[in-house]
C-alpha cells in the first residue's frame, strides 16, 4: 500500500510537471492546447533519439542512465521548444492576430496534435520504446518502502523544478510579467508589457516542462507514439481541477491525480485479486483522473481553488 | 496657431462602439498642459469607451487622436504608454494576485532605473501603501485598492493621466480624500488629467468640463459655469444644490 | 477484354463502397454540425457514440456465440433502434454533469468519455470480445444479391437514411426549436432572459445528435458484417468528422455532407498512393495519412476557417471575437 503511495507520488510528479506548464500556458494563451500532450512525446522521443546519438553505456552508479541521458534531456528540450515555437509561428499566431475565439483554438491544436502524432508514428514506428534495457533496481527504504533510484531521481529533479519554477515566476523580470498577464491581461498591456514576448517565454517555459516530464516518464515506464494523447487526459483534469493559471492549485491537482490513479487501481486490483477475478484494473487510470474532475466540477466549477478573485 | 499646439491631448469628432454597435457618436474633447478635465454624464453615456479609445483599448471607427501633436488612434495600448499617457480603469484596475509592491513594478514596467524613486513618489502620496507593500492586492479594501490602481499609473509620471471614476466604490471620506490626491497630483507630477466622474464633488475639482449623454458632448464649460447651469442641474444631477 | 471488364468491375465496387462511407461519415456529420455548428458544443468525443451504437446493434443483431454477450438475434431494425436509443441513453446521464462545463472543459470531458467507454469496449471481453471484435453481424438484404455486388444495395439503404436525416436535421433546425437553440448559441445570457431553459434545450439537441450518432453506428457495423475496437481510433472516428464539418462549412448541413464526402475521396484516394510507395513507408501509410489530415485542417482553418460553404440561416460568430486589442 505504501509503495502504491510512493508510486502515485511519483507520477503525481510527472503529471504536476506536465500540468504548471498547461496551467500556465492555458492562462496566458487563452486556450485549451490539445497539442500539448504531443510536446511531452516530443520531449521523450527527442530524449531517445539523442540518446541514440551519443551511442554512451556509461551509466552513473546503481542508475541506467548517464551523463548522455542529461545532455540528452537538455538538447531535447531544447529541440522541442524551438518546434513548439515553430509552430505557434506558423500557425496559432496568425490565428490569434486574427482574433478567433478560444474554442476555435482549440480545435486547431487538436489537429497539430494529430500531426505531431502521426510524426511520431512514421519516425519511430508503433513499438513501445525504452531508454535502456537494463532492469532498475529497487532499494529498501525504511518503513519497508520500495523505490528505484531512478524514481529518486525524478521525485528530486521534480521537487527542484518546481522550485526554481516558482522562482522564476516570482523573481524574474519575465516570470512577473508572465504572472501580470496571467493576472490581467489588459492592464499588462497598458503597463507597457509586451505581450507577445510574454506569450513566446510562456511556451517555452511549459515546453521545457514538458519535455522533462515525458522523459521522465519515459524512464520510469515506457514510450508509446500515443503517450502523449493518453497523458492529455490526466494534464487537463489537474489544470481544471486546480483552477486554470493557478500554480498551486496545478502541483497539489497533479499529486492529488497521481496518487488517486495509483492508489485506486492498485486497491480495486487488490481486491479483484482476492476475490479471483482476473482484471486488469490499471487500463481504467485515465478513467480515475475522469471521474475525479467530474465531481469536484459538480461541487465547484472553478475547480478546487478556483480562479481569481474580482 | 501657437494656441493649438499647446494641446496636450485633441480627440476629434471620434466614433467608437463594441462590434456593431456604436457608443460614440462624433465626440471631441481636449485637455492642454497643467490642467484637470472631468468628464460627467449618466451610466451609459460612453464615458469609459472614450477613455479607453484615448488609451488605445478601444479603436476608433473615425475621427482622430493627438497626443503631443501626434496621432495615436492606431497605436497599440503599449506605445501609448511609452508616450507618457497613463489609463487607470475603473474596474480591474489591480493585479490581485501580486504584491502591491509587484503592481508598483508592473507599472513601472518601462522604467530604465528609477524604480524605487518612483515609488518613493508614489507613496509620498498615498503613504498607506507603504505598509502594505508584500500584500497581495486583491485582499486590499476598497479604498486602498483604488489608490493601489492610481499609484500603479503614476509609476512613469505620465503627462496624461485618464482616469475613471477613481471615486467609485469609496465611502465619502475617501471620497474627498482621493480627490484631495489627485489634485496633488497635477501639482506634484505635473501631469494633466482627465477624469471621468459621475459625483459632484470631482467637477469641483477640475478646471472644466464636459457634460457627455448619450454618446454625444451635450455641454462644455468651466466648472463653475457648469455647476450654475440650471438645466444641467436639472437633467444630470437629479437637482442636487451646490453650495 | 476480361481484363479490363474486370477492373472495371472493380473500379465500380470500390466506388460504391466508397460512397457507402462517405455516406455514413456525412450522417455523423450532420450530427456533429447539429451539436456544434447550430448548438455551440464543442464535443471532441463523438466517437464515443458512434462506437455505442455500433456495438449495442452488434450485440443485439448478432446469433449465438460463447465468445461475449449475444445471440439475441434480433432484427437490423431494432438493433439500430436500440443503438440509437443507447446512445441517446448515455448522451442523457452525461449530460447532467458535462453541460454544466463550457468550451475546453467541455470538451476535453467529452474525450476523456471517449477513452473510457473506447476502455471498457477494448477490455470487457465478456461483452464485446475485445480486441478481437464481434464477427457475423447480419447485413440487410444480404441473401438477395450477389456478395461481390451488395455494396449496391446496401449503397441504398444508406442513402435512404442519410436522406431522412438530412431532412430530419434540416427541419429540426428551421424549426421553432432550432431558432432558440442557435440563440442560446449566439448569446445565451439573452435567450435565458427570455425565458427558456436553455440547459434544456441543449440537452435535447446532445441527445438528438448523439442518437443520429449511434445510427451511423449500427449502419457501420451492418455493413461490414465485423467490427472491433480498433476501427474506432480518436482518428477515424472523431476527428476526421470535425474535418469534415469544417472544411465542408460549419453550420450549413449541405456543406457538412460534402465536407464528408471530399475528406473521404482525399482518404480513400490516398490508397491508391499506397500502392505506389516502397514496402517500407507502406506500413506507416496511416499515419502518412493522418499527416496529410492534419495539414489540410492547418490549412483549411489558416485559410477558410468557416468551410467551403458558408452558413446561411445565422452570421458565425464562434470564428471572430469582436473587440480589438
Known sequence: MLDLLISGIVYGGIITLGAIGLTLMSDILGFFNFAYGEYFALGAYGTLMLTGVFNSSSTFKGLTFGWSMVASVFISAIITIAIILLIDFIFFRPLRKRGVTPLFMALASLGVSFVIRAAINIIWGPKVRYYSNAIQLSREMPFGIHITNEEIVILVSTFSLVILVYLFLKNTRIGKSMRAVSNNELLAKVCGINTEVVIVWTWILSGVLAAIAGTFYGIRVQLRPIMGWEFLIPLFVAVIMGGIGNFWGAMVSGMIIGISEELITGLVQNLLNSMNITADVSVYKPAVAFILVVLILLLKPYGLFGRKEA | ?243 | MDFLAERKRSMINYLSSYLVMASIYAIMALALNMQWGFTGLMNFGIGAFYMVGAYTSAILTVGPTEEHLGGFGLPILIGILCAALMAGLIAYLISFPALKLRGGPFAIALLAIQETIFLVVKNESWLTNGVWGIRGIPRPFFNLVDPTNYSFIFLLVVAVCLIGVYFGVETAVRSPWGRVLRGIREDEILTEMSGKDCTKYRRQSFVFSSMIMGIAGALYVHYTGFVSPQVFSPLMSTFIIWLMVMVGGTGNNRGVILGAFLIWAIWVGSDFITDMVPASIATRIGFIRMLFVGLILGVTVLLRPQGIMRERLFSLKIFAEEEIS
Do not use: C
Open chain 2, 1 to 243: 496657431m501657437g494656441e493649438k499646439n499647446k494641446k496636450l491631448l485633441e480627440v476629434r469628432r471620434i466614433r467608437a462602439g463594441y462590434g456593431v454597435q456604436d457608443v460614440l457618436f462624433g465626440v471631441s474633447v481636449s485637455v492642454d498642459e497643467g490642467e484637470v478635465v472631468s468628464i460627467f454624464g449618466p451610466n451609459g453615456a460612453g464615458k469609459s469607451t472614450l477613455l479607453k479609445t484615448i488609451a488605445g483599448v478601444v479603436r476608433i471607427k473615425s475621427g482622430e487622436i493627438l497626443f503631443k501633436g501626434i496621432r495615436i488612434d492606431k497605436l497599440s495600448p503599449q506605445s501609448i504608454v511609452k508616450n507618457g499617457l497613463g489609463w487607470v480603469p475603473q474596474e480591474n484596475n489591480i493585479f490581485p494576485r501580486m504584491t502591491v509592491r509587484e503592481n508598483l513594478e508592473m507599472g513601472g514596467f518601462t522604467l530604465k532605473d528609477d524604480l524605487e524613486e518612483r515609488m518613493e513618489e508614489v507613496f509620498s502620496i498615498f503613504p498607506q501603501l507603504r505598509e502594505k507593500l508584500n500584500q497581495p492586492a486583491g485582499s486590499l479594501s476598497g479604498g486602498q485598492r483604488q489608490m493601489l490602481a492610481v499609484g500603479r499609473g503614476l509609476m512613469v509620471r505620465p503627462e496624461l493621466l485618464l482616469l475613471d471614476e477613481p471615486t467609485a466604490g469609496l465611502a465619502p471620506n475617501l471620497v474627498h480624500m482621493m480627490l484631495e490626491k489627485v489634485g496633488e497630483i497635477t501639482r506634484q507630477f505635473r501631469s494633466s488629467v482627465l477624469l471621468v466622474t459621475q459625483t459632484l464633488d470631482a467637477l469641483r475639482f477640475s478646471r472644466r468640463g464636459y457634460l457627455l449623454a448619450s454618446g454625444e458632448i451635450k455641454y462644455e464649460d468651466t466648472t463653475d459655469s457648469l455647476l450654475n447651469n440650471e438645466e444641467v442641474k436639472k437633467l444630470y444631477f437629479g437637482g442636487i444644490t451646490v453650495s
